[in-house]
């Protein structure tokens, strides 16, 4: 889908159709009532008789409106005009965008992105009606044999804008929405994908044709036999039960105008597949545990998306790749493995794979020196049980790393909420024969896990958010969701604000 921005009079614009608004109880918005001016009240008379009253969800598509030089005219009705919230701002995009997709239409010019939205400007509109619409476009359809019948299609989006003056506002609207977008079905498409095709070497392939992409990238594999040399016996010992060997991508963004600059960290916990290892899961929805390279998937969306808007920033990108499965050869409860910082870890429970890949990946990043360090992992059932599927999970030993992540999280729209760490959660990871326990218990599952993890992590400043109810949805629209890319890649417009 292309998209656009221009400032322009309603009445005036030669397209296949115009979308405006319409507000309870059937209040026109602005370019409506220009609409319905232009028309001798043709609207206003239609609103009369019922067609629209203006709910959220509600559309009338009109033709031959008099007096207007478009084809057609998409009412759209927006729910009650003060209380509108990015939610409903989103759904009135997508649907108004679904309606056209069922018309002939190739193009549109729509002035939903006049509407006002609680608390957001001219440049919130434009993006978020970018990233919803291609969010509900997305499809993913590579492994289907017969191809959806494509008919004539909806090709491109005019947003209009009420004033010349927001017209700057709304190209960088533009170029942020779309760059996120992209990232987002990026991070959708390589997390859809099927277990025995996105293996670790996969991951690894993807981060390579990303330095091919971009001259600001470059990345570098570290295979199994040079994770042995670096000491990280935890990660391999995961990795053991599979066939796939496991690889640790390192893509490189350098593009601040001081090269020294100390980099941002972006860790993804990339378990291709997740079967729990020799403490099987149940059969029951393990097919959902291809998901369990989300955090990697996202780590590569929001790299995409940085080298696609050319921000001024050091980023490290690292997908943590690897498979957990049960094998002769497996690791097993009872073991106890050295980490490569030296800490030593009894595995109490082989389904507790991802702290013992990542905390060996997060050792492996204190040689960047870095700025800060965020890892992004569908680390536990638990996060789901505390936070649901609305908010990732965010543990930080940082405040103002903290604070930074849910002020990116709250502007982006893509929720996460703080859950707490501390010496007392470190009590429940106690093991009689090792430094560290895998697992904490039942209680406060998401935060154990955490703080197993900020054991790791004392040489820079470091936060953690938990994705496993936010990466993916499951039941009838089982599918990726791209996020955290949207939190990610915010918090890197924000960072290269402030650079
Ligand atoms: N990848 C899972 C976490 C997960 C499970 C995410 C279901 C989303 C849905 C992780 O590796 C795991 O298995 N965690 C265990 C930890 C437990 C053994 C302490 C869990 O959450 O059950
Ligand atoms: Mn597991
Ligand atoms: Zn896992």
């Given amino acids: 889908m292309e998209f656009l921005v221009k400032n322009g009079s ?3 614009q030669r397209t296949a159709c115009l979308i405006v608004g319409v507000f309870e109880s059937r209040r026109l918005s602005a370019a409506a009532e220009q609409l319905d001016k232009q028309s001798e009240g043709y609207l206003s008379q239609l609103l009369r008789k019922g067609d629209l009253d203006g709910k959220v969800g509600q559309t009338l ?55 006002h939205v609680k608390g957001r400007s001219v440049y919130w509109n434009v993006r978020f ?24 299609q909806l090709r491109k989006i005019v947003f ?41 070497a996969y991951l690894a392939t993807l981060a390579k044709n990303l330095a091919a992409d971009y001259e600001t990238i470059e990345t570098q594999i570290i295979d199994e036999s040079e994770m042995a040399s670096l000491g990280m016996e935890s990660y391999l010992a995961v990795s053991r039960g599979s066939a796939n060997p496991a690889y640790l991508s390192v893509i490189k963004y350098q593009n601040h105008p001081n090269p020294n600059a100390k980099p941002i960290v972006l860790v993804g916990k990339g378990l291709t597949f997740d079967s729990g290892g020799i403490s099987i899961k149940p059969s ?7 998901y369990d390279m989300g955090g990697a998937a996202s780590v590569y969306g929001t790299m995409k998306a940085l080298a696609e808007m050319n921000l001024p920033l050091n980023v490290i990108g690292v997908l943590a790749g690897c498979e957990n499965m049960p094998d ?5 409860p009872g073991d106890i493995l050295k980490t490569m910082n030296g800490l030593t870890v009894e595995v109490l429970n082989t389904d507790a794979e991802g702290r013992l890949v990542l905390c060996d990946t997060l050792t492996y990043v204190e040689r960047f020196e870095p700025e800060a360090v965020i890892d992004i992992a569908t680390l536990t059932g638990a996060c789901m049980i505390a936070l649901g599927t609305h908010n990732s999970g965010l543990m930080s030993t940082h405040h103002p790393l903290a604070h930074e992540l849910l002020n990116a999280a709250s502007e982006s729209d893509d929720k996460a909420w703080q859950l707490p760490l501390g010496e007392e959660y470190q009590a429940q990871l106690k093991s009689n ?7 904490g218990g039942r209680l406060g599952g998401a935060i154990t896990a955490g703080q197993f993890l900020s054991n790791f992590t004392q040489k820079y400043h470091w936060a953690h958010l938990d994705i496993a109810g936010t990466a993916w949805k499951s039941g009838a629209d089982k599918g990726a969701t791209g996020r955290p890319v949207p939190l990610l890649t915010q918090y890197l417009i924000n960072k290269s604000h402030s650079a």
Avoid at 73 to 84: D, F
Avoid at 170 to 195: D, R, S
Avoid at 284 to 290: A, C, L, N
């Fill in 433 to 439: 024969f090792a430094d560290l326990a895998n697992i």
């Fill in 328 to 332: 002769g050869n497996a690791y097993r």
């Fill in 284 to 290: 029951e929805s393990m097919d959902e545990m291809k």
């Fill in 61 to 115: 598509l009109l033709h031959y409106v008099p007096n207007v030089s478009a084809d057609r005219v998409l009412l759209v009705g927006c729910g009650k005009e003060r209380e509108l919230t990015e939610r409903q701002y989103k759904q009135i995009n997508q649907k108004a965008i679904s309606v056209l997709n069922e018309t002939g239409a190739t193009e549109a010019v729509s002035f939903l992105s006049e509407l």
């Fill in 160 to 200: 209009n804008v009420e004033s010349r003056k927001a017209l700057a506002e709304a190209e960088q609207a533009l170029l942020h929405g779309k760059a996120i977008a992209t990232g987002v079905t990026f991070a959708k498409n390589v997390a859809n994908c099927p277990p025995n095709v996105c293996n670790p």
């Fill in 10 to 12: 309603v009445e005036k």
């Fill in 129 to 152: 009606a970018i990233e919803a619409i291609q969010d509900s476009l997305y499809r993913f359809v590579e492994f289907k044999s017969a191809q959806p019948e494509q008919r004539r």
